[in-house]
């Protein structure tokens, strides 16, 4: 690591219980020294706050072996949580090239405005259908979703 270490913030809807996103961490810290993986804190959702921190504690578990992954829970804008912990990138991962579209334009008014450069990843190829969204589902109706850990 150098004195000036690259700090990657991946913030956003992260679970920790998908390949894809844990594919784009081990992907990332190729580039960067150290990646802060952030769940946003939504005060207003009924049990916002304890949400967010189970899903905290469930994505140290799966990088408990990785130093240079620390997890967090933060709440406010993304971009100034970035400045506040000295990120130099904003990390997304993204499954499909209209995502990937949709994430650069985002990623030219984020520079813009926030001055903050923002790395776009795309998800291997046999990652790409396991999603949040499909683990949340599968959860809710009680299937087992080990397999799909890291």
Known sequence: ?????????????????TRGHHDIVQRALAIF????VAVGC????????????????????????????????YSGLTMDYARSIGATALLRGVRSVKDFEYE????????????????????????????????RELAAYGKDVKHLLP
């Open 33 to 36: 020294d150290k990646v802060v």
């Open 42 to 73: 939504n005060m207003s959702k009924e049990n916002g706050a304890a949400d967010a921190e189970e899903r905290r504690a469930a994505i140290e578990k799966v990088y408990a072996d990785e130093p240079r992954v620390c997890a967090v829970v």
């Open 1 to 17: 690591m150098s004195n000036n270490p690259k700090t990657a913030l991946f913030a956003g809807s992260f679970n920790p219980y």
């Open 104 to 135: 650069r334009d985002l990623a030219d008014v984020n520079l813009r405005l926030g001055g903050i450069e923002t790395v776009i990843l795309m998800s291997s190829p046999e990652n790409a259908a396991i999603s949040s969204s499909l683990v």
